[in-house]
């Protein structure tokens, strides 16, 4: 550990790792120093890690982020396990609409991946392990407890095991996540409304393969998705985020698994054949939280701490993607201008820039998701009807398609 970075990255998980390897192939040209700093011990080598940011849950990666991905050099390792989405189907329970997208169609390789968390943080750590430089330190276990700002540099104060230690830097880019206890220490607000649902997580088995589909279903008491996994021990597997309202998810955990697939079945249909196995479960309360302020001087709120998203639409970890990116352009020019990376003018740009991409990827998966949950009768009808006018309305279902593939928009580039 040193005394003096130009960039501290408090959280080691998927934004804040991702970050890191982002910033890799330029330390040495920028003469940059940098520090990743995590809370949870850093897993063996080879070994799936499990904290809170690579725990059970699998990510849908948009093909933007694939893009991403490729120009930081760890696509060719992270695609070894992953699965493609060739087709999407929507529906919605108990009434007639449906729509279905297709790869084929809309003539790209796949219209998205699905990673498990685990895999993901593993090539990701294993990429910033592996990097022969001293110019990236890896501070783990530790603890951040609190940042301020010094004249023209910033103080991260953190700890490990039972030592305190006091660090300098330029900027501090705060990825702790969406319980980010510092945002409070730093007396950042946030706006937070509760959907009143948890999601349920578990990865299922069904008798049949999954065909690399990927089901978005809607129903009364909440949307559901089934994304396509890899077979693993001779099980074809899906991963399954069910969100139930607060008041049922005790139920929903509590139940054995012959129930739990019972109920699946009754909520989800037998679309994706009969389920035979089901791993263990997790759940996630479901809130939007956004930062009111994502810059100051020295200082960047990113990822979860940022913006925290109902996880159906799968955007969350998409839209932090390209914030990363947006981000580590910011701090090229930085460098090159010969400016601070805590330039709060230049930090100021980076947000404004973000902002719009935040409104529209944040409002499309509120929106969604809220008239999704509406069992108005005029609603529901309103919705199916256009489910079923996008399923034969080839225009229509493009822009859908391009739009949950990330293609909407230029992919972002890593300078
Ligand atoms: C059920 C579910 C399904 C989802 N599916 C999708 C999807 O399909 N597609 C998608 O795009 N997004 C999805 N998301 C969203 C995605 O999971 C998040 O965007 C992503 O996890 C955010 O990562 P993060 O690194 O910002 O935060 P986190 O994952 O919370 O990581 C924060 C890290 O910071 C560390 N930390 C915290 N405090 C400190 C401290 N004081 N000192 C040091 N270290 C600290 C923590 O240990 C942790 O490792 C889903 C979310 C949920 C809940």
Redo the contacts with the bound molecule.
């Keep these: 550990m040193k005394e003096y970075y130009d960039l501290v990255i408090?959280?080691?998980?998927?934004?804040?790792a991702s970050l890191a390897c982002a910033l890799m192939p330029v330390l040495e040209s920028l003469d940059l120093n940098i520090a990743v700093?995590?809370?949870?011990p850093l897993p063996e080598e080879e070994a799936l890690s499990f904290?809170?940011?690579y725990d059970a849950?699998?990510?849908?990666?948009?093909y933007g982020s694939r893009t991403i991905y490729e120009q930081m050099g760890v696509w060719d390792v992270l695609k070894t396990h992953l699965s493609a989405i060739k087709n999407i189907h929507v529906s919605d329970k108990g009434h007639f609409g449906v729509t279905r997208l297709s790869a084929e169609k809309e003539k790209v390789a796949a219209l998205g991946y699905v990673v498990e968390?685990q895999w993901l943080g593993r090539v990701l750590l294993d990429h910033l392990r592996r990097a022969d430089t001293t110019r990236l330190d890896f501070i783990c276990p530790?603890?951040?407890?609190g940042i301020q700002s010094s004249a023209s540099l910033m103080e991260v104060f953190?700890t490990t095991e039972s030592t305190k230690h006091k660090l300098n830097c330029e900027l501090v880019v705060m990825?702790?996540?969406?319980?980010?206890?510092?945002r409070e220490q730093m007396g950042i607000s946030y706006t937070q409304t509760t959907y009143e649902q948890h999601?349920v997580?578990a990865n299922v088995s069904a008798d049949r393969g999954h065909q690399n589909v990927a089901y978005e279903r809607f129903t009364d008491k909440g949307p559901m998705a089934l994304?396509p996994l890899e077979d693993e021990g001779g099980y074809h597997r899906s991963a399954l985020?069910w969100t139930v309202p607060d008041e049922s998810v005790d139920d929903v955990l509590g139940i054995d698994d012959q129930a739990f697939m019972a109920l699946l079945h009754e909520r989800f249909g037998y679309r994706a054949g009969n389920f035979i196995k089901v791993g263990e479960r997790a759940s996630?309360p479901?809130k939007l939280t956004v930062a009111d302020e994502q810059v100051r001087q020295g200082v960047v709120v990113?990822?979860?701490?940022a913006h925290?998203?109902h996880?159906i639409a799968?955007?969350?970890?998409?839209?932090?993607l390209r914030g990363v990116v947006a981000l580590v352009d910011t701090l090229v020019y930085a460098k090159k201008q010969n400016k601070s990376l805590g330039d709060l003018a230049l930090l100021q740009n980076f947000y404004d820039r973000q902002k719009g991409d935040q409104e529209r990827t944040i409002g499309f998966s509120d929106r969604t998701m809220k008239l999704f949950s509406n069992n108005q009768p005029l609603l529901a009808l309103g919705r199916n009807l256009g489910l079923q006018l996008l399923d034969v309305c080839p225009p229509a279902k493009t822009v859908l398609a391009r739009s949950a593939m990330g293609l909407d928009m230029p992919a972002p580039e890593l300078k």
Excluded: H, K, W
């Design positions: 408090v959280g080691g998980g998927m934004v804040g700093i995590e809370s949870y904290q809170p940011s849950r699998s990510t849908a990666l948009a968390n530790a603890n951040v407890t953190l990825a702790d996540g969406g319980r980010s206890s510092l999601a997580i994304l985020v996630y479901l990113l990822g979860n701490a925290s998203l996880p799968g955007q969350g970890f998409n839209l932090a």
